[in-house]
Nanobody
Framework: QVQLVESGGGLVQTGGSLRLSCAAS????????LAWFRQAPGRDRDFVAA????????YYADSVKGRFIISRDNAKNTLSLQMHSLKPEDTALYYC????????????????WGQGTQVTVSS
């Protein structure tokens, strides 16, 4: 069973950058798809980005494409999300998720979740 703990959130100004990390435990980490989702107040949890088990394939939500980069280090059991050119609309609680179906953008397809880390972008 994979367990996930996010970190790296915080307050940043519009145009700034942040790097989120997700530390994973569990022997199956290296064999599963990983993803980031986010949830703004009063909204559903939305897909942000996902990466295949070996890091060879990635896909992004249109709203973050070109600004965010998802990566993973299987040797260190970590997932990262590098965020650039942040906008106020990026403000949300960011979650990492595991064991998803590669290609999916639905939270229903991901079985394991972290507790989230808050990102706030001031205007």
């Amino acid at each position: 069973q994979v367990q996930l703990v996010e970190s790296g959130g915080g307050l940043v100004q519009t145009g700034g950058s942040l790097r989120l990390s997700c530390a994973a435990s569990g022997r199956t980490f290296n064999s599963v798809t990983l993803a980031w989702f986010r949830q703004a107040p009063g909204r559903d949890r939305d897909f942000v980005a996902a990466i295949s088990w070996n890091g060879g394939s990635r896909y992004y939500a249109d709203s973050v494409k070109g600004r965010f980069i998802i990566s993973r280090d299987n040797a260190k059991n970590t997932l990262s999300l590098q965020m650039h050119s942040l906008k106020p609309e990026d403000t949300a609680l960011y979650y990492c998720a595991a064991r998803g179906t590669f290609g999916s953008r639905s939270e229903a397809d991901f079985a394991v979740w972290g507790q989230g880390t808050q990102v706030t972008v001031s205007s």
